[in-house]
């Protein structure tokens, strides 16, 4: 709630400040380009301006070029002149997946889009041959023309089903060649974009020996039906290989074999094709695992094997929590962010952790999972279980799992962030008050965001401000702004007076933005925290929306783009609600005039009338009731229905009503009133009534329906029976005279008429409404007919449909003086 902040304005409505610190260059051309696109205007969604995207550009070259010689070659590339466009415009997989590729040990080819256009690593290198030089960026066809007719649909394959293969080989022939008798393995996965379907292919390849016994080809991928006996293919496709073996964690000091170094290399390469093919396996299940933990637990039952590692554990943190959730070997299932544990403090200073030796193992590496800007979303810890040689390179795979790790993570996120967006819009689309969407903005935008103690201040009485705040928010927070008026100088009311998005990156900047303004939020432990001004159509602040995070969160261009996304939909909801509680409002007053002449009860009855129109728009429908004082203490009740919700039916409806009470007041027999009714305005129009002439002078209540829900009579100390009648055509059909049913109504029993909208529901039967709405009358039967009247549309609310009701009591004249009707 009130974890309103202090700071950066901008978004929809302002300007954002910097965090604290100085940010890099890079980083200050990405803030001074978000502050061009957050300038106050319309929120219709800006591209990103020039700065914003060299910013882009520059920091991924950047990342790109770290990884090694072809990582240089990918920073120094003009991806504007190749299908894939300049990098800044890439989808952030294709960045991830690039960033990982060219830190992977083995060697990795990556074919993105319709055009499989190629990327690869430094380990790719001695396999490119002649096409190395040329191969980046340019589709698959150009680089290997002489192979791609067995190549490409493989890969097409793979693209278009979503499918890994099985390891497939194929081997060069002539074991003198370029090959040297050596045998290529390939093992091919999807990688799965921000759609959720696939955008590029992972292919692992290995180089081993050719065993003369082994068979050359296995798996399902059409690779491996290449015959061993073929011509080589022409275009520089995959010749040489060479290859230098990729360091692999191994036990330090063992003893080499016989017959080294032939027998190492073999080993050698042996494990380099079980690493090989494990990490396409990896990344493959990455692709398609579901949901955070279903990523967790592909990382915990595969990547074990592929590290070599004796334990591994996994911890993974929502945005701006203090808690992380641990899954893996050795617990815990929970974590504190504070807490004095390898992951924690991985995740805590985003840098890498060394674990040290024990007597149950021989150390490891708790390794930060980044997002794609270098921010931490969580770690993982892997332990091996014996010494790892000093001259070979374990972090270098683990890097590379790590990078697949994140990207999967990064993607799941976004994934479940658009889920609850959906679920967000759906549950805002179904309010029909103020009230009722108040507490779904309360409970579904911190659910979104990841945040806490959410609140919305709107205006109140003069200056004052209103505070809405969520079920989590504590008495002390409540409190502390219960006075809050238009001036206060904290961001909740800025963000309302300013119109401007207040963004608080940590409490030392909230001191420093407003240093005359109590820190409310920070004193309930929040760091990161974000006020949202809501605009009306006119573009007029009309409330403000504050929440925060326990831990600093980063707020990246997507997250602002969600921040600007959930203040649109709050915004719609607020002004759809306002609009129509001005329409309900108008047409409960205006409906007020037409339903009833009658201004006092008889002496002997207590009478309680209410009319609720249609829930949501200008529906001034065809529902009506009337009371009208006849001679001798008797009182009339007419209910009635006329089909239709329009103007045209709310005519119909007071044409009618103006008609029978003419008729009635005139004497006519209360079963000729219908057939009458139609032959003065025809069959033009289509409904129900029921009327009813009540006696209590002499103890009885006479009732004529046509088409209408059956009375109900509750007598004093039986049960509430509906009042059956002869059957009857609906108003507006009737041309015979109707059935006239006359039933006992004495001292203390209980009369009601109402109209459908009280009893029928879809998807329910009217007699189970019926019988609903008797339980009722039993429940509260002894109560004033005031407060039976509440009880029935209260307990029978949800109808989309008008509702009239008339309850009504015989009673001791002794007991009561004449009262008025209360006002409609």
């Known amino acids: 709630m009130a974890t309103v902040p202090g700071a950066a304005s901008g978004g929809r409505g302002g300007t954002t400040s910097p965090p604290a610190g100085p940010p890099p260059d890079d980083a200050q051309r990405a803030d001074d380009a978000q502050r061009a696109d957050d300038a106050p205007g319309p929120t219709v969604r800006r591209r990103r301006q020039p700065a914003q995207r060299r910013a882009d550009d520059a920091h991924w070259r950047a990342v790109f070029a770290a990884a090694g010689e072809t990582g240089v070659r990918v920073a120094r590339h003009d991806w504007a002149a190749?299908?894939?466009?300049?990098?800044?415009?890439?989808?952030?997989?294709?960045?991830?997946?690039?960033?990982?590729?060219?830190?992977?040990?083995?060697?990795?080819?990556?074919?993105?889009?319709?055009?499989?256009v190629v990327l690869h690593n430094d380990a790719c290198l001695p396999l490119l041959g002649d096409a190395g030089p040329t191969a980046l960026g340019r589709p698959g066809a150009e680089v290997w023309p002489g192979c791609w007719d067995v190549l490409g649909p493989v890969l097409r394959d793979v693209l278009a089903g979503a499918t890994v293969t099985r390891p497939a080989r194929w081997s060069p022939p002539g074991g003198d060649?370029?090959?040297?008798?050596?045998?290529?393995?390939?093992?091919?996965?999807?990688?799965?974009?921000?759609?959720?379907?696939?955008?590029?292919?992972?292919?692992?390849?290995?180089?081993?020996?050719?065993?003369?016994?082994?068979?050359?080809?296995?798996?399902?991928?059409?690779?491996?039906?290449?015959?061993?006996?073929?011509?080589?293919?022409?275009?520089?496709?995959?010749?040489?290989?060479?290859?230098?073996?990729?360091?692999?964690?191994?036990?330090?000091?063992s003893a080499p074999r016989a017959d080294?170094?032939?027998?190492?290399?073999?080993?050698?390469?042996?494990?380099?094709?079980?690493?090989?093919?494990?990490?396409?396996?990896?990344?493959?299940?990455?692709?398609f695992a579901r949901g955070r933990a279903g990523i967790v637990d592909v990382v915990c039952r595969t990547a074990p094997a592929l590290l070599g590692a004796g334990a591994l554990r996994v911890a993974t943190a929502d945005p701006g929590a203090v808690v992380l959730e641990v899954a893996g070997d050795g617990g815990p299932g929970r974590l504190d962010l504070a807490a004095d544990d390898p992951l924690a403090r991985a995740v805590r200073h985003n840098a890498p952790v060394a674990v040290a030796a024990t007597r149950d193992g021989d150390g490891g590496t708790a390794l930060p999972l980044r997002y794609a800007d270098g921010g931490a979303l969580g770690a993982v810890d892997v332990r091996w279980a014996h010494p790892v040689a000093a001259d070979e390179e374990p972090r270098t795979l683990l890097d590379a799992v790590a990078g697949l790790v994140s990207q999967a993570l990064q993607r799941a996120e976004l994934t479940g962030s658009a889920q609850l967006m959906a679920d967000f819009a759906a549950r805002l689309s179904a309010t029909r008050s103020t009230t009722e969407a108040i507490g779904v903005v309360l409970a579904g935008a911190p659910a979104v965001l990841?945040?806490?103690?959410?609140?919305?201040?709107?205006?109140?009485?003069?200056?004052?401000?209103?505070?809405?705040?969520?079920?989590?928010?504590?008495?002390?927070?409540?409190?502390?702004?219960?006075?809050?008026?238009?001036?206060?100088?904290?961001?909740?009311?800025?963000?309302?007076?300013?119109?401007?998005?207040?963004?608080?990156?940590?409490?030392?900047?909230?001191?420093?933005?407003?240093?005359?303004?109590?820190?409310?939020?920070?004193?309930?432990?929040?760091?990161?925290?974000?006020?949202?001004?809501l605009f009306d159509a006119q573009r007029r602040p009309i409330a403000a929306l504050g929440f925060g995070w326990p831990r600093r969160r980063p707020l990246r261009e997507s997250d602002l783009a969600l921040l600007d996304t959930v203040a649109d939909l709050?915004?719609?909801?607020?002004?759809?609600?306002?609009?129509?509680?001005?329409?309900?409002?108008?047409?409960?007053?205006?409906?007020?005039?037409?339903?009833?002449?009658?201004?006092?009860?008889?002496?002997?009855?207590?009478?309680?009338?209410?009319?609720?129109?249609?829930?949501?728009?200008?529906?001034?429908?065809?529902?009506?009731?009337?009371l009208i004082r006849l001679d001798g203490d008797r009182l009339a009740v007419v209910v009635g229905d006329v089909v239709g919700h329009q103007v045209e039916a709310a005519a119909d409806m007071a044409q009618l009503r103006t008609i029978v009470n003419t008729l009635i007041r005139l004497g006519v027999p209360l079963g000729e009133v219908f057939p009458r009714l139609t032959d003065l305005?025809?069959?033009?129009?289509?409904?129900?009534?029921?009327?009813?002439?009540?006696?209590?002078?002499?103890?009885?209540?006479?009732?004529?329906?046509v088409g209408h829900p059956h009375p109900v009579l509750a007598r004093s100390g039986g049960t509430p029976t509906p009042i059956e009648t002869a059957a009857s055509l609906p108003l507006g059909m009737v041309r015979e005279p109707v059935a006239v049913t006359t039933v006992p109504f004495r001292p203390g029993d209980l009369l009601v008429a109402y109209t459908d909208g009280l009893v029928e529901r879809r998807g329910r039967t009217y007699d189970a409404g019926l019988a609903e709405l008797c339980g009722v009358v039993d429940a509260v039967r002894d109560a004033p007919v005031e407060a039976v009247a509440d009880a029935l549309l209260g307990r029978l609310a949800g109808a989309e449909d008008d509702q009239a009701l008339v309850v009504l009591r015989h009673v001791d004249p002794a007991a009561r003086s004449p009262t008025p009707f209360p006002p409609q």
Do not use: K, N
């Open 570 to 626: 709050c915004e719609q909801t607020l002004e759809r609600t306002r609009l129509a509680a001005a329409e309900h409002d108008l047409v409960t007053r205006l409906a007020g005039r037409l339903r009833t002449s009658a201004r006092t009860a008889p002496p002997t009855l207590d009478v309680a009338t209410r009319y609720r129109p249609a829930v949501s728009g200008m529906h001034l429908g065809g529902d009506w009731f009337d």
């Open 177 to 253: 060649g370029p090959a040297g008798g050596r045998r290529l393995t390939f093992a091919h996965s999807p990688v799965i974009d921000e759609s959720g379907t696939p955008g590029g292919v992972l292919t692992a390849v290995t180089v081993s020996p050719h065993a003369p016994d082994a068979p050359a080809t296995a798996g399902p991928s059409r690779a491996a039906d290449a015959p061993a006996t073929a011509e080589p293919p022409a275009g520089g496709g995959m010749p040489g290989v060479g290859g230098r073996p990729v360091p692999s964690p191994r036990p330090a000091g």
């Open 450 to 533: 990841g945040a806490r103690l959410p609140g919305l201040a709107v205006p109140g009485q003069g200056r004052r401000l209103r505070l809405w705040a969520g079920e989590d928010v504590p008495a002390g927070l409540l409190a502390a702004y219960d006075e809050m008026t238009v001036d206060d100088p904290r961001p909740l009311a800025t963000a309302l007076r300013t119109g401007e998005r207040v963004v608080i990156h940590d409490r030392a900047e909230f001191a420093d933005r407003f240093p005359e303004g109590t820190d409310t939020a920070g004193a309930h432990g929040m760091v990161t925290t974000v006020a949202l001004p």
């Open 681 to 705: 305005i025809g069959a033009g129009f289509l409904g129900t009534c029921v009327a009813m002439v009540v006696d209590p002078a002499a103890g009885e209540a006479a009732v004529a329906r």
């Open 82 to 116: 190749t299908p894939l466009g300049p990098v800044h415009a890439w989808p952030q997989s294709l960045r991830t997946a690039v960033a990982s590729c060219l830190r992977s040990p083995v060697p990795v080819l990556l074919c993105w889009g319709g055009e499989l």
């Open 260 to 287: 080294a170094p032939a027998a190492r290399e073999v080993d050698d390469r042996r494990r380099t094709l079980r690493q090989a093919e494990a990490f396409a396996r990896l990344a493959g299940a990455l692709s």
